[in-house]
């Protein structure tokens, strides 16, 4: 199998059977939750000189860096559209004026023109309710580029604003998963598959952002179902903690309500953090098969 790559920008992710690890602490500062365009085309140019063209999974290391799966998605143009699957507990489609972040690149990849669709599965947090519609880009949304599905939301106020159609509304996780499975029976289209670690329960894996439901198991039954048509992947929600520089970062981050780390916990979940990799990549090489 192709090797897995390793982008270590903050030094969260265990040692990988196999894997290619490159150093970017230098980068950790300029990219971690946002950067503007000018620093993600100078870390694409960096990816496109040093990861090979054939790579396994892409692991990034904390949820601060899944805008980074814009480049790497980039690489992978293709003559034939993909579709892009993302799970995550947030849309990742997220107004930000100041370049690309950790909660905005969801729109970039809707842009790119050999995409054919964003799903994005798994949304569990506020960010897709009434309350915050207007900071969604709603523009993928109404030229049916992206979906959303959600769990335990309530988005009726989609149907108002005439977005019924991008909105799929489970009550419950397993209910999630069987139609995504049942859906990718027979299917023969490519995927590119982004899982931010975000979308589990945190008795599952404990993440620096707040969190979902779906299990480990739900996870694994989703990449099974793409055995075959998979074009690429990368994971995040690895757990690090970080002080910013920079005090706009610091503002940024407090008014996502981003939570803090116990110094005390870091270790015992890096840990299980690790022994979720592991398990993740198994199933992700045995799809890309």
């Not at 990816?47 to 799966?69: I, K, M, N, Q, W």
């Not at 050999?114 to 960010?127: K, R």
């Amino acid at each position: 199998m192709a090797a897995p790559i390793v982008l270590d920008f903050d030094r969260s992710v265990g040692a990988l059977p196999g894997a290619l690890v490159l150093d970017l602490a230098d980068r950790q500062e300029a990219i971690r939750f946002g950067c503007s365009l000018r620093m993600m085309r100078a870390l694409a140019a960096e990816l496109e000189a040093r990861v090979p063209r054939e790579h396994g999974t892409v692991f990034l290391g904390s949820g601060d860096y899944h805008h980074v799966s814009w480049p790497l998605i980039e690489r992978r143009a293709a003559s034939a559209p993909f579709d892009v699957v993302v799970f995550d507990n947030h849309p990742d489609n997220m107004r930000f004026p100041f370049g690309v972040h950790c909660g905005s690149w969801v729109r970039q990849v809707a842009l790119l023109p050999y995409v054919a669709h964003v799903h994005v599965l798994g949304i569990g947090s506020a960010d897709v309710s009434r309350a915050h519609a207007w900071e969604n880009y709603l523009t993928p949304l109404r030229r049916r580029k992206l979906t959303y599905w959600t769990i335990g939301v309530d988005t009726r106020w989609a149907a108002r604003w005439g977005l019924a159609h991008a909105f799929r509304a489970f009550d419950t996780r397993a209910a999630l998963i069987d139609r995504f499975v049942e859906e990718q029976r027979g299917a023969k289209h490519a995927i590119y598959l982004s899982i931010d670690k975000d979308v589990l329960d945190p008795a599952i894996a404990r993440t620096n952002w707040d969190q979902g439901r779906l299990l480990d198991t739900d996870l694994f039954a989703a990449i099974d179902a793409l055995h075959g048509r998979l074009v690429g992947s990368d994971v995040t929600g690895d757990v690090s903690a970080y002080r910013y520089a920079s005090w706009w970062k610091r503002k940024l981050s407090a008014l996502d309500e981003q939570p803090g780390i116990d110094p005390a916990q870091l270790a015992a979940w890096q840990a299980q953090q690790h022994a979720l990799n592991v398990r993740l990549l198994a199933h992700l090489d045995a799809a890309a098969r």
